[in-house]
């Protein structure tokens, strides 16, 4: 009888135990955000919603953001104390601020672009795999087409890229201009249309594309642009209408459609025997010019560049990739970096972008964003170097190195 007690005792001891351990690994697992993340944005109205990846605990703690379907960016740094997260991703002046109750996320993303701060409600749920895809009648809609503007964009475009890379019912995919691009929008097919969205610390945005019977797509775009676009300050740009329509390009050519700009073509030098300078104060406001003993007898490549602009960022982890490979073999990058007034006092964004990407290439501070063409034209003929051309420029490199030796601009060029 005693030995029976004693079991049964032993038995409730041990029952209890097992279920403290339990509402103590529940406990924890609910305050902890170390995980995936089902994220949105929102704001009047619009949801935009994007994978959040956060890893890590105490000083290593980090989040990690998208592009598609690809990790792409993280924070600069990042807490979580008391229920509460911050994650900062200052090369964008991007501030993610959110509490932690009932496995939930709740806060607000504030970001500054171009000198204008704007504010999105936050929220987020754990990331739940989802169950295998009902879609399966998903079209295929992967390839490049085009997008016709009814009014030209502000750089002159009458028609842009659509380019989509398609996994069965998910879909990324991106609208590129001759300038950059939307970043990749992501999503699925559901309801007989997909919904993609983007946010990648900057550019946040939604389309929802539907195929037509005709074999286009139809394009509803709510961005930054799009919100603008009412506004008086801001004049009409066809990049920022709401509805757009995509051909194939076949089908656009059949149609007498225009065709998207080529990148080659689009910026032109003004007189290409006329020789490029510069006089710019770097970060601690030392003037560095082109005659600087640095650049003699290199190839130099003047970037025009500035920290609130997305593309630039995208730009400069190629930049970073080209400088490493020829630095020593007689290339010169230098940025001509264009800043609002209120960042050029503490260069914050810039400061936070240098390290970010790790850029060891010449930064100069050449004014406000509103100044570049005026301090262009003044100080010399000078195309933009586009995103798009960068992977072409390694194939082009030897002849370039090849023109420079023969004018004797380049002695002692060493081997690849």
């Not at 103590?24 to 619009?46: F, I, M, P, S």
């Not at 005659?291 to 400069?316: M, Q, S, Y």
């Not at 001509?336 to 100069?364: H, I, W």
């Not at 100080?379 to 090849?402: N, S």
Request: net charge negative.
């Amino acid at each position: 009888m005693r030995a029976s007690l004693r079991s049964a005792i032993l038995a409730v001891i041990l029952a209890g135990v097992g279920a403290a351990m339990a509402v103590t690994r529940a406990g924890n697992a609910a305050d902890t955000v170390d995980g995936r993340w089902n994220a949105q944005l929102t704001q009047n109205g619009t949801a935009i919603a994007f994978r959040l990846d956060i890893s890590g605990s105490g000083p290593g703690l980090k989040g990690t953001l998208y592009d598609g379907f690809e990790p792409y960016d993280g924070t600069t740094s990042a807490s979580f104390e008391n229920g509460k997260l911050v994650l900062n991703i200052e090369h964008y002046l991007t501030t993610i601020t959110a509490t932690l109750q009932d496995g939930k996320l709740t806060g607000e993303v504030v970001t500054q672009s171009r000198g204008a701060g704007t504010a999105y409600g936050f929220q987020a749920t754990r990331y739940v795999t989802p169950l295998p895809s009902a879609a399966l009648d998903a079209p295929s809609i992967a390839g490049s087409w085009e997008i016709p503007l009814e009014t030209p964009s502000s750089k002159g475009e009458k028609a842009f890229r659509f380019v989509v890379l398609q996994h069965g019912a998910d879909v990324a995919a991106s609208i590129l201009r001759v300038d950059g691009d939307t970043g990749a929008y992501s999503g699925t097919y559901q309801d007989g249309r997909w919904v993609l969205s983007h946010f990648d610390g900057s550019r946040p945005g939604v389309i929802v594309v539907s195929a037509t019977q005709e074999g286009a797509l139809e394009i509803l775009q709510s961005n930054e642009g799009t919100a603008k676009s009412g506004v008086a300050a801001n004049p009409a740009d066809g990049r920022n209408v709401t509805k757009l329509i995509a051909y194939r390009s076949q089908v656009a050519r059949e149609k007498g459609l225009p065709e998207p700009e080529n990148y080659d073509s689009h910026t032109t030098i003004r007189d290409p025997n006329e020789k490029f300078t510069f006089n710019f104060p770097d970060v601690n406001n030392h003037l560095v010019s082109s005659d600087d003993p640095r650049f003699k007898g290199k190839v130099v490549l003047a970037i025009v560049t500035g920290t609130w602009c997305p593309n630039c960022h995208d730009e400069a982890q190629y930049l970073v990739q080209l400088d490493k490979k020829y630095r020593d073999k007689g290339l010169a990058i230098v940025a001509l970096d264009f800043e609002e007034p209120e960042q050029q006092g503490s260069l914050t964004r810039q400061r936070a972008f240098v390290k970010q990407y790790g850029v060891k290439y010449t930064y100069l501070i050449a004014g406000a964003p509103v100044e570049r063409r005026a301090v262009l034209l003044e100080w010399a003929a000078f195309a933009d170097f586009l995103t798009e051309r960068l992977p072409l420029l390694e194939k082009d490199w030897k002849t370039y190195r090849e023109t420079l030796r023969a004018a004797g601009e380049l002695p002692g060029d060493p081997p690849d």
